[in-house]
């Protein structure tokens, strides 16, 4: 069964940092792009940053490059997205997704959702 389990989330005040994470299990981890997403409320929802298992290559949505960083520890089949400066309008429930290829993740069509993880940023 595969599962994605995001943690991390929580509230912060603006300028602020935050570390997601997103344990992923159930699929072979190195052949995978992980992605995060975001969406608010009454907002579509956004991609945010993917990372290739297997090359490392990366992607970044322009309203978060310079302040997001997403990394990848294949060793505990986890993801991370370390979020600095954080800003109000970044408030979203932060969803992980995961697919074969960066394609489907890039074209915000995964094939694995996780659950999502809440954060809220005051100003």
């Known amino acids: 069964e595969v599962q994605l389990v995001e943690s991390g989330g929580g509230l912060v005040q603006a300028g602020g940092s935050l570390r997601l994470s997103c344990a992923a299990s159930?699929?072979?981890?190195?052949?995978?792009?992980i992605g995060w997403f975001r969406q608010a409320p009454g907002k579509e929802r956004e991609g945010v940053s993917c990372i290739s298992s297997s090359d490392g290559s990366t992607y970044y949505a322009d309203s978060v490059k310079g302040r997001f960083t997403i990394s990848s520890d294949n060793a505990k089949n986890t993801v991370y997205l370390q979020m600095n400066s954080l800003k109000p309008e970044d408030t979203a429930v932060y969803y992980c997704?995961?697919?074969?290829?960066?394609?489907?993740?890039?074209?915000?069509?995964?094939?694995?959702w996780g659950q999502g993880t809440q954060v809220t940023v005051s100003s």
């Open positions: 159930g699929f072979t981890f190195d052949d995978y792009a």
């Open positions: 997704a995961a697919d074969n290829g960066m394609g489907g993740v890039v074209a915000g069509a995964p094939d694995y």
